[in-house]
């Protein structure tokens, strides 16, 4: 059974820093994506940062320049560092694991993910 579970989100002043983090467990999946996405009130979730089914990185364009995704393998577990926040990047943060078929090349797509955390609060305050 795949489990992902988030931590590290909070309050923060824009122009702020935070480290989300992700532990994965339970998979056993030689291909797969993984990522983080997130979903703000009245809006569609949509795809932050995510590593591809090859090992690539792809960022949402709100996001780049001021979001680096990385992995520890180690550790089974997945970050998020997030530099410069906007207010607008105030959401629910989820960590999602996707096993193909996928909708596409790159995996911002919410659809192409099965396995989700039960998300981390991101507040950023102007």
């Known amino acids: 059974q795949v489990q992902l579970v988030e931590s590290g989100g909070g309050s923060v002043q824009a122009g702020g820093s935070l480290t989300l983090s992700c532990v994965a467990s339970?998979?056993?999946?030689?291909?797969?994506?993984m990522g983080w996405l997130r979903q703000a009130p009245g809006k569609e979730r949509e795809g932050v940062a995510v590593f591809n089914s090859d090992g690539t990185t792809t960022y949402g364009d709100s996001v780049k320049g001021r979001f680096t995704i990385s992995q520890d393998n180690a550790k089974n577990t997945l970050y998020l560092q997030m530099n410069s926040l906007k207010p607008e990047d105030t959401a629910m943060y989820y960590c999602?694991?996707?096993?193909?078929?996928?909708?596409?090349?790159?995996?911002?797509?919410?659809?192409?993910?099965?396995?989700w955390g039960q998300g981390t609060q991101v507040t950023v305050s102007s």
């Open positions: 999602a694991l996707g096993v193909p078929p996928y909708s596409g090349y790159n995996h911002l797509n919410p659809d192409d993910y099965n396995y």
């Open positions: 339970g998979y056993t999946y030689s291909t797969y994506c």
